[in-house]
């Protein structure tokens, strides 16, 4: 509902630029010296403002510098040509400063919106996406899976014994783990993953599977590599290892990232109760242990 009111209210604001270009035109071509005439292309490209489309501010402020040009050659010259041409060209740069303003003032709110957005979505320590990120683009994920017909696999992390750490090697050592984690995800998953930290210890990953990938394969492979490379703390190396927990869905999906959390982490308690260290994978109608 909101997006139809904002369309009908661009709409609403782009006709009334237009009108108001095209009537101060056609008045501009009767009048000798211009200014009076000039000055009201200054409002469209002002108006534009109000859509929020930087595009169109640019647009209706090099309208309005185009058509006071052309209303100089075509207006009557008046009795002092000097004149004629200082007020066009000071109604033209006024023009231009307008939209120039509005379109920077558009640019830098963009901008604070967008880091304000990826504040609010990331997680401070390791810059993964958080809860809310996770929300946002794991729907679009799901949407995007089951407009293709995509496998979809949910995975939830957990490292094991990880108050162990912090109580033998200290706090600073806990989040060197933490980001050495995050870490190794974006080494082994890249950019096709959504990837979350959700908890003091436990991290999210939602992935589209390609067709020559499995859930148990990927699964194995953090297992193996956080188990293979630990933590190089500056008093030594910090044996590291996670469980992992993993949900494919391939037809059935999850109506949203809370159901697919929900149904890796039942999975992950699972290889937990195993013996951690281990992957447990389960699809939408069955579940398997495998140990590490």
């Given at each position: 509902m909101t997006s139809t009111r904002n369309t009908y209210l661009t709409w609403l604001v782009v006709a009334a630029g237009a009108l108001i270009n095209g009537a101060t035109f056609m008045a501009d071509l009767d009048l000798p010296v211009g200014v009076a005439a000039?000055?009201?292309?200054?409002?469209?490209?002002?108006?534009?403002?109000?859509?929020?489309?930087?595009?169109?501010?640019a647009g209706f402020s090099l309208l309005g510098v185009v058509l006071i040009g052309v209303g100089w050659i075509y207006s009557p010259a008046g009795e002092y040509s000097h004149v004629?041409?200082?007020n066009r060209v000071s109604t033209m740069f006024a023009v231009a400063f307008v939209g120039g303003c509005s379109w920077m003032v558009l640019h830098h709110s963009e901008r604070q919106f967008e880091m304000m957005s990826e504040l609010l979505e990331k997680d401070s320590l390791t810059a993964l996406l958080n809860r809310r990120g996770l929300a946002i683009s794991g729907r679009a994920m799901i949407a995007e899976c089951r407009e293709q017909s995509a496998p979809l696999a949910a995975l939830a992390i957990d490292i094991d014994h990880f108050k162990s750490v912090n109580d033998q090697h200290g706090h600073i050592a806990g989040d060197?783990?933490?980001l050495h984690i995050a870490d190794s995800l974006r080494t082994l998953l890249g950019d096709d993953s959504l990837l979350a930290r959700v908890g003091g210890d436990e991290f999210v990953v939602l992935r589209k599977l390609q067709?020559?990938?499995?859930?148990?394969a990927i699964a194995d492979t953090v297992c193996r590599y956080i188990e293979d490379n630990p933590f190089p703390s500056p008093e030594g190396e910090?044996?590291?290892s996670?469980?992992?927990?993993?949900?494919?869905?391939?037809g059935d999906y999850p109506p949203n990232e809370i159901a697919a959390t929900a149904d890796a982490d039942v999975a992950l308690y699972r290889a937990k109760r195993a013996g951690r260290a281990r992957v447990s994978v389960r699809s939408t109608d069955t579940a398997s242990v495998a140990t590490i």
């Open positions: 000039g000055i009201p292309h200054i409002l469209p490209a002002a108006l534009m403002f109000m859509t929020g489309s930087r595009r169109l501010i004629v041409a200082l060197g783990v933490i067709p020559d990938e499995t859930a148990r910090v044996p590291v996670v469980s992992v927990g993993a949900v494919v869905y391939d």
